[in-house]
């Protein structure tokens, strides 16, 4: 309120102890200023309201977007689960230290392709034992199935403490 008003704020009495309106004060003054104030007052709770509304209408946009870009992953997902290559052996056991360790074949990865050897071609273990002897100490590109996902491991068989070249055992499925 203006400043002349000697003190006078938004709740000070306008009148005397006897109930007369108060000579030091321009009362037109402070009782516009205060009617000033409270048009304010509500035309910022106004403006809060609709701030309110519209930061809710937002968030629920985003949490609908959000919704439906996991819909589209998962769809996404599924379709990527059908269309993985088929897989014709299995790696149960893999010693620790080994080529096949080091290259980060795991128990459970399916084969999809192992060298040039791959499901349509696949007859026997006897044609990945072939590729493996013909590989010694050359990389081998082997696609497997991990969780879903296809993955490619650079594995180079070579001769390691252990028995055998790779350091895995890999068993045919059966489909």
Sequence with gaps: L?????????????????????????????RTARHNIICLQNDHKAVMK?????????HAREKEK????????LAEA???????????????????????SVSGLQVDDEI???GSVNANNFQNLQNIATVVQHSEGRP?????????RRVHVGLTPK???GKGLLGCNIIPLQR
């Design 2 to 30: 203006p400043s002349q008003q000697k003190g006078v704020g938004m709740h000070e009495p306008l009148v005397d102890a006897e109930g007369f309106p108060r000579s030091d004060i321009d009362l037109y003054q402070v």
């Design 50 to 58: 609709q701030v309110e509304e519209a930061l809710h209408k937002l």
């Design 66 to 73: 959000h919704a439906k870009d996991e819909a589209e992953a």
């Design 78 to 100: 599924m379709s990527q689960s059908q269309s993985l290559p088929r897989a014709f052996a299995k790696v149960n056991s893999v010693s620790p230290g080994s080529p096949a």
């Design 112 to 114: 999809v392709e192992f």
């Design 140 to 148: 081998l590109s082997v696609t497997v199935i991990r969780g879903g």
């Design 159 to 161: 001769c390691w403490a």
